[in-house]
């Protein structure tokens, strides 16, 4: 089962979208996404399920 901050990060690379690009689809700011990435923040439910 692949961490949920490894597949932040292949959706993005998968979908050639910056982490503010992917960010504002799912209506937080790209450093957001960067701190999800580095597990640094866990996203809360809305944002995995704007993810799922």
Known sequence: MV???ERIKE???SKNMT???YGAKMGVKGNSI???ESG???P???VIFSIS
Do not use: S, V
Request: with cysteine; charged share 30%; aromatic share 6%.
């Open 40 to 42: 640094m923040r866990t």
């Open 3 to 5: 961490a949920l901050d």
């Open 11 to 13: 959706i993005c690379k």
């Open 44 to 46: 809360c439910d809305a």
């Open 34 to 36: 960067t701190n999800y």
């Open 19 to 21: 982490q503010a690009e």
